[in-house]
């Protein structure tokens, strides 16, 4: 069925509704719920040797300081290694298992990283050293209360555990490619093992629902995979699983290839361990090892941080930047009639769209809002503020609003609209990859834009030069990198190159 028809849309819609609803924005991922477990038993762990500091009274020397921090490093480092093997922040046990059946677990986490310390210190005591009995005491003390605040979080925990998943924790969701025993072997996982953790959001199979070999799964099949990438754009998922045999590799490939826009986790299914893919990882899901086949650009870690800055960045730009946007404004206001502000349609993260923020840099009756014509050297629609605006990229101030509201980054993949035109030709019909620069969220500026690629992209040659450095930004992203972008970007538009 053609995906653009009217029929196939409201289909699209009425299963995107449901699912949308199931994972309100700002709830937490699971992952998330682990690096938060991690911070506080980390934090309670040093604040057990503060406390247990004073406790001792171990004398404030110079040198015993130095031997408290060299040990609480060193107990740190093995704390987080323990932490790490025996899965102590896993969400799946912090979700599915007892505060007592982990407690185990948390004794060794606590307890054994300062007890190699703890041992050095007995056997090379001497009578008669009180400083070295009070530094003992300090170590009993550390492991007392260290053990004892652990078990205690854990405990408040499993009390506010059925709150927190269904007031705080999003659940992860899940979307699976195939409806074979694999796909059906899955579900049955997922549903026994983790409810709380996973939610399937459908089955999508090529094949004609005629040729389903699993009538149990029947109901659940929402389409085929273009429906799938379709349905991203209304309704985000975090993981595709491809359960299928490992005899059709050459349409796993393909699978691959077609999949590869999205920006998730996509995993091959355990028993297709045959299946010919470079670069294979193992992942868990649900207590089920899968194949990892390709990551969602940015980590969980790496975007917290990425969004954190964004946010904190762009608050503090529009507050410092507010007689400058008042004069901008005032100024466009006098200069030509008509709205302050310019909004245009532009793709985002997922190929989603949204509402980009500009100030009005053209007359009102000349401007293009698809953005079908791209603005020339010298182009009649430009008003007399809006040459300088555009010179001097002041024109994308406004988008620090797109930043706060999340639809944008300060540094990424610029957006286009999608009824840009090269020619005669869309973007993507000119550049295959093209897609793929949507695995991220657009940015303000990018290194694109600092390696001379801005303003109009007049030829295929411009376009693939912007995708390719946009892909080599997304694959080698960093905060080192963010940053340079960021101050070679006030260098670029005091320049006013190829900005018209």
């Known amino acids: 069925m053609d995906m653009r028809s009217p029929s196939r849309k409201l289909e699209l819609l009425g299963l995107a ?232 590799e050459a349409r796993l490939l393909d699978l691959l290839r077609g999949l590869r826009v999205l920006p998730v986790d996509i995993v091959l299914a355990p028993d297709l361990m045959g299946f010919n893919a470079a670069d294979q990882e193992t992942a868990e899901m649900a207590g089920l090892k899968l194949h990892s086949l390709a990551h969602r650009p940015i980590r969980a870690p790496q975007r917290l941080l990425k969004s954190a800055i964004d946010f904190a960045a762009a608050s503090v730009a529009l507050l410092f930047l507010s007689p400058l946007l008042l004069l901008i404004a005032g100024i466009i206001k006098f200069d030509s009639e008509g709205p302050i502000f310019f909004r245009q349609r532009r793709q985002g993260l997922g190929d989603r769209l949204f509402d980009v923020y500009k100030f009005r840099t053209m007359h009102v009756a000349l401007s293009d809002p698809k953005g079908a014509n791209q603005t020339k050297r010298g182009d009649p629609r430009v008003t007399r503020i809006g040459a300088f605006l555009r010179k001097t990229s002041l024109d994308e101030l406004p988008q620090l609003i797109n930043v706060l509201r999340g639809e944008m980054s300060l540094v990424g993949p610029r957006p286009h609209t999608p009824h840009m035109l090269i020619g005669d030709k869309k973007h993507y019909e000119i550049v295959s990859e093209y897609s793929f620069r949507h695995r991220v969220k657009p940015g303000i500026t990018g290194l694109a834009q600092v390696n001379g690629c801005r303003g109009a992209v007049d030829t295929p040659d411009q376009l693939k030069a912007r995708v390719d450095l946009d892909l080599y930004y997304i694959d080698h992203w960093s905060l080192w990198l963010d940053i340079k972008i960021l101050w070679r970007t006030a260098f670029v538009c005091l320049s006013g190159r190829n900005a018209f």
């Open 17 to 248: 509704s449901p699912v949308a609803k199931r994972g309100p924005a700002g709830r937490l991922q699971p992952q998330q719920l682990s690096y938060i477990s991690l911070v506080i038993d980390l934090s309670l762990f040093l604040g057990a040797g503060f406390v247990s500091w004073i406790v001792a009274a171990v004398p404030s020397a110079d040198i015993y300081r130095l031997m408290a921090l060299g040990i609480t490093g060193m107990a740190c480092i093995i704390f987080l290694g323990f932490g790490r093997a025996l899965r102590v922040h896993d969400p799946l046990l912090l979700l599915h298992t007892t505060a007592l059946s982990r407690m185990p677990r948390m004794i060794v986490c606590t307890g054994v990283p300062l007890l190699v310390p703890l041992v050095m210190s007995l056997l090379f005591i001497r009578s008669g050293e009180t400083e070295v009995h009070r530094l003992i005491s300090w170590l009993l003390w550390f492991e007392l209360i260290a053990m004892s605040a652990t078990i205690v979080a854990h405990g408040f925990f499993q009390i506010v555990r059925p709150m927190l998943s269904n007031l705080v924790l999003a659940r992860q969701r899940v979307a699976i490619i195939g409806s074979g025993e694999s796909a059906v072997r899955l579900i049955k996982w997922v549903e026994l093992t983790a409810p709380g953790l996973f939610e399937i959001i459908g089955v999508f199979d090529d094949r004609d629902r005629g040729r389903t070999l699993n009538s149990s799964i029947a109901h659940q099949i929402r389409g085929s995979t273009a429906d799938l990438i379709e349905l991203y754009k209304s309704a985000a998922f975090d993981k595709v699983v491809i359960a299928l045999p490992h005899s059709a």
